[in-house]
């Protein structure tokens, strides 16, 4: 029998942890042809720095649907792709459908699907910060309270599911997704251009990330952290890759810090060649707290709070705090040479797209 499912992508952590259950599909469907798959990108990111160019790397097949959202606020983003994936439903309903994370097109189309009677997984549940001033928290919250199947990260992640009512049989600790894309592509990675431009050499400049609503939609809060930085690293250039949403507010600074790099936002391989060769990375990011406790380069994130504290617990990561006077201690451990030494989560291994598809099939097979 065959079996039908959507898969939902809207921004770019979205490719990159589904590309892992995609690659895991297409090797079944190679063999039996047991689920075919509807790829449905919400356009919530939609520039090719966010978003094409990541279907051109990863080597995802090109969307079978593009909702084509756009820009906006929260409510309307949300509003619109609930709307435009209403209509997709309504012209065919698949058996099943997967979301991915904790974005806005994560929790829109898992409210739509499910008051469409269609079943609901979801990739990356049970992750909190405890946050409720981040959306990505309410993103999560939301999206798990209308999920029938549950897979987890982290023994962490599946506990904070179990402790607030979902059934244990539905909920499977199978890995991270995002791990499977990053050592599936590790030996693909390419220096940027900025590499040569900069004179870049390895572990001798920091990667700075931020996009957080906390720490760039104000002016004064972003200078502080960028001269903070600068000033905490001593001569080590900091190459900037701006997110766009912090762009706006970058663009109108005045006499940044010499050693600060501003760049576009960068694709997949080139991004991680950065990571992966730099001697830190700094930033708000979740994801890149994962990414950087497998590749073993030590982390700063400046939050209060972090959704995946294994990197902590575990990995390379320290959680640092909003305060830009915090920085100083933790630059100063790194640049000393006294940072501590992480190992890799459990089922961190490479192999979670394949756990997820084996426990997917299982579960159509009940249902039909």
């Not at 992480?342 to 579960?363: A, C, F, M, N, Y």
Request: proline letters at 4%; aromatic letters at 8%; a positive charge.
């Amino acid at each position: 029998m065959k079996y039908f499912i959507d898969i939902i992508v809207g921004a770019r952590p979205n490719f990159i942890k589904a590309v892992a259950v995609i690659k895991a599909l297409d090797s079944i469907n190679r063999k039996s042809f047991q689920i075919d798959y509807r790829l449905v990108h919400t356009g919530q990111h939609y520039d090719n720095s966010m978003s094409g160019s990541f279907f051109d790397q990863l080597k995802i097949r090109k969307p079978d649907f593009n909702l084509e959202v756009g820009s906006g606020t929260q409510a309307s983003q949300t509003g619109e792709i609930m709307v435009k994936y209403e209509n997709l439903l309504t012209s065919r309903a698949p058996q099943m459908c997967m979301v991915f994370g904790d974005v806005t097109s994560t929790m829109a189309c898992a409210i739509t699907a499910k008051k469409c009677l269609i079943p609901v997984s979801h990739v990356e549940a049970g992750i909190r910060s405890g946050d409720m001033s981040m959306p990505e928290e309410i993103n999560r919250i939301v999206t798990d309270s209308v999920s029938d199947y549950f897979f987890t990260t982290s023994e962490y992640a599946t506990n904070n599911l179990l402790n607030s009512g979902a059934e244990k049989e539905k909920v499977f600790f199978v890995g991270n997704t995002m791990i499977d894309t990053l050592l599936d592509n590790q030996r693909k990675f390419v220096p940027p251009k900025l590499w040569i431009d900069y004179n870049l050499s390895a572990k001798e400049f920091i990667v700075l990330t931020l996009h957080r609503p906390s720490n760039v939609d104000q002016e004064s809060t972003l200078k502080k952290k960028i001269f903070a930085i600068a000033a905490g690293v001593k001569n080590l250039k900091v190459i900037f890759p701006v997110h766009p949403r912090t762009a706006k507010i970058v663009n109108s600074l005045k006499d940044l810090p010499r050693n600060i790099i501003l760049s576009e936002p960068l694709p997949y391989f080139e991004f991680n060649y950065l990571v992966n060769n730099s001697k830190a990375v700094v930033t708000d990011s979740g994801g890149i707290t994962e990414e950087t406790t497998v590749m073993g380069v030590p982390c700063v994130t400046l939050r209060d709070s972090t959704e995946r504290p294994e990197t902590v617990s575990v990995g390379t990561n320290e959680l640092v705090g909003s305060k830009s006077s915090s920085l100083k201690k933790y630059l100063d451990l790194l640049l000393n040479g006294n940072w501590k030494h992480g190992s890799i989560p459990e089922l961190w291994d490479g192999k979670t797209g394949s756990r997820i598809v084996t426990h997917l099939t299982q579960i159509l097979r009940q249902r039909n």
